[in-house]
């Protein structure tokens, strides 16, 4: 009996351990995000980063999308000009399914000055990403534009339903790249 009662006491000191030490740190004042960093291979990031660089990375490519590449890029233009990071690529999806559909040549995923006759090329996607994420912080979100329900109606007036929710679906598959399905990829 007491060998017994040993052999369940030894089982349950993990659980025991694992409670206590969640336990105490539930009492340590937590940091903001922004001021938690993390050493990785000798190189200094910030928390949350190498995260977001990796599940746009897998969205992108279960997209078979050329933008993978650029993955790093959405990121820092995001950081750099307080955006979620999946704005842009859900845009770029949204306007050339991800990259794939646009004007040979023009690097130009978002649709950004594009229209009649009227289209504006890139030198390589991360200029572009530049540009744009550039832009939509000048142009939209400096006038309180910051969601893609507030930003259809300029981005895209004639098709701002359609848009926004495409948009929208496309941050919710980056935000959860296992989401699967069989909806098409479609552009405006």
Not at 67 to 81: H, I, P, S
Not at 110 to 131: P, R
Not at 153 to 178: A, D, L, Q, R
Request: proline letters at 6%.
């Amino acid at each position: 009996m007491s060998k017994k009662r040993t052999i369940i006491q030894l089982n349950t000191l993990p659980f025991l351990a694992v409670f206590a030490v969640s336990s105490a740190l539930t009492r340590i004042p937590a940091k903001q995000p922004a001021e938690l960093t993390v050493a990785f291979i000798g190189r200094e990031f910030e928390n949350g980063r190498e995260e977001k660089i990796i599940a746009l990375r897998t969205f992108l490519e279960d997209q078979k999308s050329p933008l993978l590449e650029n993955a790093e890029t959405f990121v820092d233009v995001a950081e750099k000009y307080g955006m979620d990071y999946r704005l842009l690529p859900a845009i770029a999806c949204m306007e050339s399914s991800c990259g794939k559909r646009l004007i040979p040549g023009s690097y130009n995923p978002f649709g950004w000055g594009i229209y009649g006759n009227n289209a504006i090329h890139f030198k390589s996607y991360d200029e572009a990403i530049e540009v744009v994420g550039k832009g939509i912080s000048e142009k939209y979100f400096s006038r309180g534009l910051d969601t893609p329900e507030k930003m259809a109606p300029v981005y895209t007036p004639p098709n701002s339903v359609k848009w926004k929710n495409g948009v929208n679906f496309f941050i919710s598959k980056i935000e959860n790249p296992k989401v699967t399905d069989n909806t098409t990829l479609f552009s405006s």
